[in-house]
């Protein structure tokens, strides 16, 4: 997959020949890449063993997260098995469950327990006021799910990043390269014939400078675009008005720091969780959390 990536960057996905220096440069390009992206948002291996799962299903806060979910997800027309279904969707690595919406585990861990478990009424609607044959149903069927898990741990490759808006102050703070930041890119934007430029671009200018200001792509995370189209509507960022290059920056400075402020108020947290497929059998060690580990 690495080997393909570099040979398209350089050919363009054609059938091409490169020398040996360029095929290098262009590794350590992609791979220099990948180590920052990694190092801002570092990924961690998880081995879900069933373990954590137990822990939370004979734990003090099962009933109250599971009572909350339900009122989330209740419906008189829907059965007590797409209930189930549903809540398993809502749980994640940290009550020890791997991604039900992957469909490997759908098929391998989740699925075989909800055939051998259920019973005949379970596909009948499930009334509003049954939540107890809710948490009983679903205790059922999660207590297999662990059991299974212990047989067959799931790999899960999760990562967490935290956007405060420490990266935008960051890059603010250094004029250099705030400078060089921004003048690269505005000098790449649609100038009408006497230099000035649409305000219709600061959304594309701001995706320009957001790697730098360790913010996502706009389309990204959906609470962060709501920030975006927040401080827009506030600058009155999105009338397409035209406006001199240095007026240009101005308000995109502006825009960064109204972003900023809004982040330092409100971090905006996001995880994900991405099944390593070939699971490792339990009998492997590899993954397992050293015994010298301490918690932070």
């Known amino acids: 997959m690495l ?3 570099v040979l398209n960057e350089f050919t363009h996905g054609k059938q091409e020949k490169v020398s040996k220096s360029e095929f290098k440069e262009v590794l350590s390009d992609i791979l220099l890449g990948m180590a920052a992206g990694l190092k801002r948002d ?6 879900i063993d069933g373990e954590d799962l137990l822990e939370f299903l004979n734990g003090p806060s099962y ?4 009572a909350s979910i339900f009122s989330q997800i209740g419906s008189p027309q829907k059965s007590l098995r797409h209930h189930i279904v549903e809540a398993f969707s809502k749980l994640t690595v940290d009550q020890g469950i791997p991604p039900a919406s992957d469909s490997w585990v759908f098929s391998n861990i989740v699925e075989p327990v909800l055939l051998s478990q259920g019973g005949p009424d379970w596909d ?3 009334a509003s006021e049954n939540q107890e044959t809710f948490l009983e149903g679903f205790k059922k069927v999660a207590l297999c799910v662990a059991e299974r898990l212990k047989e067959q741990p799931v790999i899960v490759a999760h990562s967490e990043n935290t956007f405060d808006g420490s ?14 930041t921004l003048n690269s890119v505005v000098e790449n934007l649609p100038k009408d014939k006497n230099g000035k430029i649409s305000k219709e671009y600061l959304r594309l200018a701001l995706d320009g400078v957001s790697p730098s200001a360790g913010l996502p792509p706009f389309g990204a995370i959906e609470e962060m675009d709501k920030v975006i189209g927040e401080v827009f509507k506030m600058m009155n960022a999105d009338d397409a008005k035209m406006v001199k290059e240095d007026e240009f ?6 825009i960064l720091g109204s972003i900023m402020l809004q982040l330092e108020g409100n971090p905006i947290s996001v995880s994900s969780n991405s099944v390593v497929h070939e699971p490792l ?10 015994t010298t580990e301490t918690a932070a």
């Open 281 to 290: 059998g339990s009998s492997s060690s590899l993954l397992k959390p050293s």
């Open 124 to 126: 009948k609607p499930l």
């Open 63 to 66: 009933e109250a997260e599971m």
């Open 42 to 47: 570092p990924i961690v291996i998880l081995r």
């Open 249 to 254: 920056k101005k308000l995109l400075t502006e």
């Open 167 to 180: 990266g935008v102050k960051r890059l603010l703070s250094n004029k250099f390269e705030f400078d060089k």
């Open 3 to 5: 080997l393909e990536k």
